[in-house]
């Protein structure tokens, strides 16, 4: 399967795009929608009563259906975002102070995301509360089962990815939302890396708030959601204010709008929301089925090639997790920097860096505190694996090493 065809950015060729992880391309029926609605309805949404506002109204209003139904949830219950990051910030200034205080504990694994870390580090010392990791078998990848006692009386959040940024690994979610229901905890799970690959139904996972972004998964940059239990939202401040987030203002007092206007303050971005909902629309037409198939063959043929090159390692490769869409690999000797910067010589895009993920990293004690990541798109396909499988031996060459 290749849709290359169907992406402006990658159809004209030359290109091996290799990280969707941080951000995916965008298809044409994205791009049109967006570029329709900017030409014909961009009047302001939810501000007037003459015909072309009605449109946008209607544009936004309908996206946010089609992208709560599209994770299982309700309209009320899907709040536009500009990002993941800015969701996980809303559930840590909004939610957390009326749950967490002294002495209590918010507990995440150590694989996370700085968005889901340095948001709770702020939490954690704004309330006199205490950050808990939930380590990882270094050889494996996987949470050993000790680790859930962690988890414990005082732990009030817990916060995970579904599918890890730089490894690409499977969470445990059913396993860290029983322990935290057990003692009571609230969950936060972050499934930015999960929509654009598998089916994802909040009620289904059983957590309270989820977090995830457009851009990752074929949409436009500047636009996400999070999703919320109702009836915690509605007992939520707002995490911003001004317009369109009111019901009625007096002088000194201010009633708040109904869900989910009360999170959205301000002239909100409806073209970005049109974007998002054609993603939507995009991935269902495409099938998680058909994008399942392709990318686990992508990723066997990946995976299988990178272990036989002579110099090439896989972080965490020792086990047998479930790994969707993204491959984290060292060069010896190399820093990823100059493997990036070699490969892009042969038109191959890869990430290379600290990935947001510095404890992991520090963790796993990875030479330069730093990966090579490949990560998959819908459009991936073999003529990419092989182009990178091709260029891969070339770098340790041209670095200066003798094999």
């Known amino acids: 399967m290749s849709l290359k065809h169907l992406f402006p950015a990658l159809e ?3 290109v091996h795009y290799l990280d969707s992880a941080a951000t995916s391309m965008r298809p044409e029926s994205v791009l049109r929608a967006m570029d329709d609605y900017y030409r014909y309805d961009s009047a302001n949404p939810h501000r007037g009563l003459y015909d072309m506002s009605q449109r946008s109204t209607a544009a936004y209003d309908g996206s946010r259906s089609v992208v709560a139904k599209f994770i299982g949830a309700l309209p009320e219950e899907t709040i536009f975002v500009r990002n993941t ?9 909004c939610f957390a102070p009326s749950v967490l205080g002294e002495g209590d504990n918010v507990v995440i694994p150590i694989t996370e995301h700085h968005s889901n870390i340095v948001t709770w580090q702020y939490v954690c010392k704004k309330q006199l509360a205490e950050l808990r990791y939930l380590y990882i078998d270094r050889e494996t990848g996987a949470i050993p089962d000790g ?5 414990d009386g005082r732990t009030k959040i817990v916060a995970f990815a579904h ?3 730089v490894l690409g690994s499977v969470n445990p979610v059913e ?3 029983a322990a ?10 972050d499934i930015a890396q999960s929509v654009p690959h598998m089916p994802v139904d909040v009620r289904a996972l059983g957590v309270d708030f989820a977090a995830f972004s457009a851009h990752k998964m074929y949409g436009p940059m500047g636009i996400g959601a999070l999703y919320g239990r109702l009836e915690l939202l509605e007992a939520m401040p707002p995490f911003m204010y001004g317009g369109d987030m009111i019901e009625d203002v007096r002088e000194q007092e201010t009633d708040f709008a109904p869900l989910p206007s009360k999170f959205e303050a301000g002239t909100q971005n409806c073209g970005g929301a049109v974007g998002f909902a054609a993603a939507v629309k995009f991935i269902e037409e495409v099938g998680y089925g058909a994008i399942a198939a392709n990318e686990a063959a992508l990723l066997r043929k990946l995976t299988e090639g990178l272990r036989k090159i002579p110099g090439v390692t896989i972080a965490c490769d020792a086990g047998a997790y479930e790994r969707h869409a993204a491959v984290s690999f060292l060069v010896d000797g190399v820093h990823p920097h100059d493997v990036s910067t070699i490969l892009n010589d042969s038109d191959i895009a890869v990430r290379a860096g600290k990935h947001c993920a510095h404890p992991l990293l520090d963790y796993l004690e990875i030479p330069f505190r730093s990966t090579t990541r490949a990560s998959l798109g819908v459009y991936s396909d073999a003529d990419d694996i092989d182009a990178l499988l091709e260029a891969l031996p070339k770098v340790r060459r041209i670095m200066g090493y003798g094999d």
């Open 163 to 165: 599918v890890t940024n």
């Open 180 to 189: 935290a229901k057990k003692v009571g905890a609230a969950t936060v799970c």
């Open 12 to 14: 004209r060729g030359g």
């Open 175 to 177: 396993k860290l939302v």
């Open 147 to 151: 680790e859930f006692s962690k988890i």
């Open 85 to 93: 990051s800015e969701a996980l910030n809303l559930i840590a200034y």
